[in-house]
């Protein structure tokens, strides 16, 4: 199990999860995404700083980004997504960077790993999927909620002022 901290010992701890006993810590300064894992990659974010550290604690690499938003990281077994500002990055496994988008207007909202795409508010009233792989658009719904999206296999929905916006098929 793998925690990250905003205060007090700031950092990332791994614990044993079945007995809760710590495993080993790092200082990474204010915890303000994940921790998100995927296979042996532990991913946090410390505003415009995001580190990967293997499951032993070693760290693998650290990449900033021009905005320091506070925002939830999302990670899946090609890439770390990244929304700074107007932009999400995609990282690749080994810290590079594989692409970029950036929106015409607005901000960036927190992205979901969504089987081979990743969704994201993008800008002002739409959701944007993309391709994990190259960041190539698979679709854009202009939509009146401004909630982070929760996705299915079939459907998604996002909050809005009035209630639950969803999509699909159903």
């Known amino acids: 199990m793998y925690l990250g901290s905003q205060s007090g010992n700031t950092g990332l701890v791994a614990l044993d999860a079945d ?8 200082t990474t300064g204010a915890v303000t995404g994940g921790p998100v894992v995927a296979d042996d990659l532990v991913v ?10 293997d499951t032993a604690g070693e760290q693998r690499w650290t990449v900033t980004v021009p905005e320091p938003d506070p925002q939830a990281i999302a990670i899946s077994d090609e890439h770390v997504f990244i929304p700074a500002g107007d932009r999400l990055y995609a990282i690749d496994q080994g810290g590079a960077e594989a692409w970029r988008h950036q929106v015409d207007d607005g901000r ?8 081979d795409a990743v969704v994201f508010q993008d800008g002002e009233g739409g959701l944007t999927a993309r391709a994990v792989t190259d960041g190539s658009e698979r679709w854009t719904v202009t939509t009146e909620a401004d909630g982070q999206p929760i ?6 929905f996002q909050a809005s002022r009035r209630g639950v916006v969803g999509c699909g098929e159903n």
Request: charged share 20%; aromatic share 10%; net charge positive.
């Open 19 to 26: 007995s809760g006993a710590e495993r080993w810590r790092v």
């Open 44 to 53: 946090v974010r410390s505003y415009s700083t995001v580190r990967a550290f």
């Open 151 to 156: 996705v299915t296999a079939e459907a998604l």
């Open 108 to 115: 960036v909202g927190t992205p979901t790993v969504a089987g």
